[in-house]
């Protein structure tokens, strides 16, 4: 997964009220690894590396990166529609009804 920049994850952060580290600890990532992505020395990460940043910050998987290759656009496929039939779930609603 590319990240699509660096100056939105610091936003992100920024906005969140935390710190590279305490992303970190959420995400269940090494200070390294955020701070890698952070600073450009890393470009991209794993699928797994990515959705944990983005659900740690609570924004869509699109918002920070941009899948590289067929297999990582169906597994973010996936991982969407499991969210949107949690969320249905959750809310006792059909996650395909309008309303």
């Known amino acids: ?5 660096r100056l939105i994850l610091i936003a992100l952060i920024d906005d969140a009220g935390i710190s590279e580290r ?3 600890r959420r995400a269940g990532l090494s200070h390294s690894t955020v701070n890698h992505l952070v600073t ?3 470009l991209s990460s794993s699928l797994p590396t990515a959705l944990a940043i983005t659900r740690a910050l609570g924004c869509p ?3 920070l990166f941009i899948a590289e290759s067929a297999s990582e ?3 973010i496929g996936k ?5 949107a039939k949690k969320a249905g779930h959750r809310s006792g609603q059909d996650p395909g009804s309008a309303g």
């Open 22 to 24: 305490e992303l970190a």
């Open 61 to 63: 998987i699109g918002t």
């Open 40 to 42: 450009s020395r890393r």
């Open 73 to 75: 656009q169906d597994a």
């Open 1 to 5: 997964m590319r990240l699509r920049s």
């Open 79 to 83: 991982a969407g529609n499991r969210a």
